[in-house]
C-alpha cells in the first residue's frame, strides 16, 4: 500500500460511520429493509456503500454483488463517486462509476454504481424488478424529494418480489421512525457524531456585537428577485403564506428590550424581504479582520443570488483582496473545477469564502469551516391546489434546516453562526419542511405512475409516506386530459406514450414530438434545450442597457422562445469559426449555457431517434429557414392551456388568464420591452406567485393558431376545445 492509500485508510477509519461498521453490516445481512441516520459528514455516503461492496467481494460468492445507490442531485452522485474512487485509489469508472443523464462513467467491472433518483425510476420503467441489482441505496431520503417519495412505493412493492434485493435507506436527521414504521418496522442504525459547540448569534447579537446600523436603504440586494419583490408589492396583496404571517407576528410581538437604543432602532428599520447584501459584506469583511483562521461558509438561495453577491464582493478591498481571500460558489449547477477548490484547503493565510445554496446544508460536507452565515432562506417551490399555481420564492427555512447550517461550522474545532435574522423569527419557523410532493404540481409524476403501469393514479399515490391532497392529484390529472397525454378513462394515450418516454416536462415534449413530425425539429431543439438549463442571457447589474440592447437584437418575435432559438443560432456559426466566446461576451450570453444547450440537443436527438421518432439529420445551423408562424403554432402546442390575453389600453397593456386575473411578465421577458403586442394571446411556460402571479418564458400566438395548437390536435378532440376556448373568449369579452 502507497503512503497515500495508507494515509486514506487512516482518514476512512477515523470517520464515526466506521465504528458502526459491524452493526451496519449485520442489520443489513438480517434484514431486507435498513434505516441509516448519522449526522452530515460522519461518512453515510461515502462509507457505507463501500462497507457494503468489501464486505460482499470478501464473501463466498465473491464480487456478485451490483449496489445502486441514489442521490437527488446529479452534482452529488458525480462528485461521490469521484471521492470513493480515489479513497479505493481506482479510476472512476472501474469498481466504483455513475450515470447521470446525459453523462456517465460505468464499466464492465463497476459494482457500485451512483446514480440520480432520476435514472433509477427509468430502469424500473425497462426492468420492473431490477434483476440483478442486490442493493438498492436511498441517500439523503431527509430531504423528502418527490422522486424520493415516489421510488419508496415503488420499492416497497418490489420488495416482496424480490426477497433477496437489500434496501438501504440514509438520512442526515433523526426522522428515521416515519421511515420505519412505513416498511414494517425496519430496523433503524444511528451513527453517532461529534460536533465542536458552536457559538449562535442571531441578528440582535450581530448589531449589538458589530455596531453594524440597519437602514432602510442598506437593505437592498442587488439582483432581479428584489426587483420583483418590489413589483409584487405594488399589485394587490393575495394570500400569505402561513409562515410569513408567523414571523410577521412575532416580529411585532418582539421588543428587544434587553438590547440597546441602537440596536433597537437598526432591528425596526430591518427588511425581512431583503437577504441583506451589505450586511453580508460587512459580517465576511469583520471575521476577515478580527477572527482566527477557518473558512466561511454563506448560505444563500440560488446562483442568482450567489452570482450577484459574487460580483458585489469581489469589488471590496479586503474580501476582493485575492491575496488573502479565495472566494467560491457552491450550487448546484457549477462547474467540475470549482467544485474541488470547495473541498480543498487554501494556503496558509487565504482564507475561503463558499458562497452556497442548501446543497451545502447535508450533501457536500466542506470540511474546514469555521464560520457560518446563514440568511435564514432558502428557494423553494411550493404549490398552491386551489389556484393550481406553483409558486417560487426563496422562502423561511424549518428549524431543522437552521440547525444544520449552525452544524457546519463546528466540524473541526469550535465556531461560530450568524443567522441573520432575530431569535423571535426562528422562534416562529416551522420545525421542519413540507416534503416536496406535498408542495409541487404532479403532472410529470402520475405520468411516470401510468408509464411503470402502476394502476390508478389516486390508489397509487394514497399508498405514499404522505399522500399529496386530493386537488393537486385532480388537477394533475385533468392536466393530462386536457392536453391529451391521457384518455377518459386516465389511460396513456399514443401522445401520452411518447412523453414518458422523454425525460422532461410534457409542455417541452409535446414540442419536440410535433417539431420532429412537422420538419422543424432544430428549432425545437434549441427551444427545448434553452429552457432546460439556466437563462443564457446575462444581466450584470453594472451593464443592464447594454446586456439589454444585446438581447433586443434577438428578441423581434414578441418571443422569449424564439429569442433564444436565434441567440442559439448565432453562438453555433460564430462557434464554428472558434468565436463562440466572444460572441458570447459581446452579446451578454453564457458561453456554459450555450455549451450547455449543444449538448443537450444532442442528446434529445439520439433520444428522439431511439424511439422512432426521426430518421434524419438535424438541417443545417445557419439559415433561419423556418417559418416563425409554424414555430409559433408548435411552441403554442406545447405550452397550452398556459395562456393568457393581452388587453391593451392607451399607453400599454396588461394581461390575464382566467385563474389569476391580471398578472405580471418577469422584467427579463422580450414581451415586458414594448407598450404594444400585435398578438390577442401569449401562451407561457410558467407562472410563479411571489404575492402575485409572475409569467416565465411566453410567446405571443394569434387566435387561429390558439384554436387549432392548443389542447392537443393529436386527440382530435376539435369540439370539446373549441368548447373549452369558447368559455375563455367568453370570460375575456
Ligand atoms: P455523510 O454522507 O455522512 O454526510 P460523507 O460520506 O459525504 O458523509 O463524507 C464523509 C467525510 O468525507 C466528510 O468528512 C467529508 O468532508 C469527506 N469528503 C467527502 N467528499 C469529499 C471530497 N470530494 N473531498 C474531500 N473530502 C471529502
Ligand atoms: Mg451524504
Not at 483562521?293 to 471590496?316: C, R
Not at 431511439?610 to 439529420?617: H, Q, R
Not at 411571489?690 to 382530435?716: E, P, Q, Y
Request: charged fraction near 25%.
Amino acid at each position: 500500500q502507497s503512503p497515500e492509500g495508507r494515509k486514506m485508510m487512516e482518514f476512512r477509519r477515523s470517520l464515526p460511520a466506521y465504528k458502526e461498521k459491524d452493526a451496519i453490516l449485520s442489520a443489513i445481512l438480517q434484514n431486507q429493509v435498513v434505516i441509516i441516520s448519522g449526522e452530515t459528514g460522519c461518512g453515510k455516503t461515502t462509507q457505507i456503500p463501500q462497507f457494503i461492496l468489501e464486505s460482499e467481494i470478501n464473501s463466498v460468492h465473491g464480487a456478485m454483488c451490483n449496489i445502486v445507490c441514489t442521490q437527488p442531485r446529479r452534482i452529488s452522485a458525480m462528485s461521490v463517486s469521484e471521492r470513493i474512487a480515489t479513497e479505493r485509489g481506482e479510476k472512476l469508472g472501474d469498481t466504483v462509476g455513475y450515470k447521470v443523464r446525459l453523462e456517465g462513467m460505468k464499466g464492465r467491472d463497476t459494482h457500485l454504481l451512483f446514480c440520480t433518483t432520476g435514472i433509477l425510476l427509468r430502469r424500473l420503467l425497462a426492468d420492473r424488478n431490477l434483476k440483478g441489482v442486490t442493493h438498492v441505496i436511498v441517500d439523503e431520503i431527509h430531504e423528502r424529494g418527490m422522486n424520493e417519495d415516489f421510488l419508496l412505493i415503488v420499492l416497497k412493492d418490489l420488495l416482496p418480489r424480490r426477497p433477496e434485493l437489500r434496501l438501504i435507506l440514509m438520512s442526515a436527521t433523526l426522522d428515521a421512525e416515519l421511515f420505519s414504521s412505513y416498511f414494517g418496522g425496519a430496523p433503524m442504525v444511528h451513527i453517532p457524531g461529534f460536533t465542536y459547540p458552536v457559538r449562535t448569534h442571531f441578528l440582535e447579537n450581530i448589531l449589538e456585537r458589530t455596531g453594524y446600523q440597519l437602514t432602510p436603504y442598506n437593505q437592498i440586494d442587488d439582483y432581479g428577485m428584489e426587483k420583483m419583490w418590489k413589483m409584487s408589492k405594488q399589485a394587490p396583496r393575495k394570500r400569505k403564506s402561513p409562515i410569513v404571517s408567523a414571523v410577521e407576528e412575532a416580529l411585532k410581538a418582539a421588543d428587544f428590550k434587553d438590547y440597546s437604543v441602537q440596536t433597537r432602532e437598526s432591528l425596526s428599520c430591518w427588511n425581512p424581504d431583503c437577504l441583506g447584501f451589505n450586511l453580508i459584506e460587512y459580517l465576511l469583511c469583520y471575521i476577515c479582520e478580527n477572527e482566527g483562521p477557518g473558512a466561511v461558509l454563506v448560505f444563500l438561495t440560488g446562483w442568482e443570488d450567489i452570482n450577484s453577491l459574487k460580483d458585489k464582493l469581489q469589488g471590496h478591498p479586503v474580501v476582493g483582496d485575492t491575496s488573502r481571500v479565495l472566494l467560491l460558489a457552491c450550487h448546484g449547477s457549477m462547474a467540475s473545477e470549482e467544485q474541488k477548490l470547495i473541498f480543498d484547503k487554501p494556503e496558509d493565510g487565504i482564507r475561503k469564502i463558499v458562497l452556497a445554496t442548501n446543497i451545502a446544508e447535508t450533501s457536500i460536507t466542506i470540511n474546514d469551516v469555521v464560520f457560518v452565515i446563514d440568511c435564514g432562506k432558502a428557494k423553494e417551490t411550493s404549490y398552491d391546489a386551489l389556484n393550481n399555481t406553483p409558486c417560487l420564492l426563496p422562502s423561511w427555512i424549518s428549524k431543522v434546516s437552521a440547525q444544520q447550517r449552525k452544524g457546519r461550522a463546528g466540524r473541526v474545532q469550535p465556531g461560530e453562526c450568524y443567522h441573520l435574522y432575530p431569535r423571535c423569527v426562528y422562534d416562529a419557523f416551522a420545525d421542519c419542511q413540507l416534503p416536496e410532493i406535498l408542495r409541487t404540481p404532479l403532472q410529470s409524476l402520475c405520468l411516470q405512475i401510468k408509464s411503470l403501469k402502476l394502476g390508478s393514479i389516486s390508489e397509487f399515490l394514497s399508498r405514499a409516506l404522505q399522500s399529496p391532497e386530493y386537488l393537486a392529484v385532480q388537477n394533475a390529472i385533468e392536466y393530462l386530459k386536457i392536453i391529451g397525454a391521457l384518455d377518459e378513462n386516465e389511460n396513456l394515450t399514443v401522445l401520452g406514450r411518447y412523453l414518458t418516454m422523454l425525460p422532461m416536462e410534457p409542455k417541452l415534449g409535446k414540442m419536440l414530438i410535433l417539431g420532429a413530425i412537422l420538419n422543424c425539429l432544430d428549432p425545437m431543439l434549441s427551444v427545448v434545450a434553452a429552457l432546460s438549463v439556466r437563462d443564457p442571457f446575462l444581466a450584470p447589474m453594472d451593464k443592464k442597457e447594454l446586456a439589454e440592447a444585446a438581447k433586443a437584437q434577438f428578441s423581434r418575435d414578441y418571443s422569449d422562445h424564439l429569442a433564444l432559438v436565434r441567440a442559439f443560432e448565432g453562438w453555433k456559426v460564430a462557434d464554428r469559426d472558434l468565436a463562440g466566446y466572444e460572441y458570447c461576451w459581446k452579446n451578454f450570453l453564457s458561453a456554459q449555457s450555450m455549451k450547455a444547450i449543444d449538448s443537450l440537443r444532442k442528446e434529445f436527438y439520439s433520444l428522439l431517434k431511439d424511439i422512432g421518432l426521426v430518421d434524419s439529420n438535424p438541417v443545417n445551423y445557419n439559415t433561419w429557414s423556418y417559418d416563425e408562424h409554424l414555430l409559433r403554432a408548435i411552441i403554442c402546442y406545447g405550452l397550452y392551456p398556459g395562456i393568457c390575453s393581452v388587453v391593451h389600453n392607451e399607453k400599454s397593456f396588461s394581461l390575464k388568464t382566467m385563474e389569476d386575473g391580471q398578472v405580471l411578465l418577469y422584467s427579463n421577458s422580450v414581451n415586458a420591452r414594448d407598450s404594444r403586442i400585435p398578438y390577442p394571446w401569449l401562451v407561457f411556460k410558467e407562472k410563479i406567485k411571489v404575492n402575485s402571479v409572475f409569467l416565465r418564458d411566453s410567446t405571443a400566438v394569434s387566435d387561429s393558431v390558439l384554436l387549432l395548437f392548443g389542447g392537443g390536435i393529436s386527440k382530435g378532440d376539435m369540439d370539446g376545445h373549441l368548447k373549452m376556448l369558447g368559455g375563455c373568449l367568453e370570460f375575456y369579452m
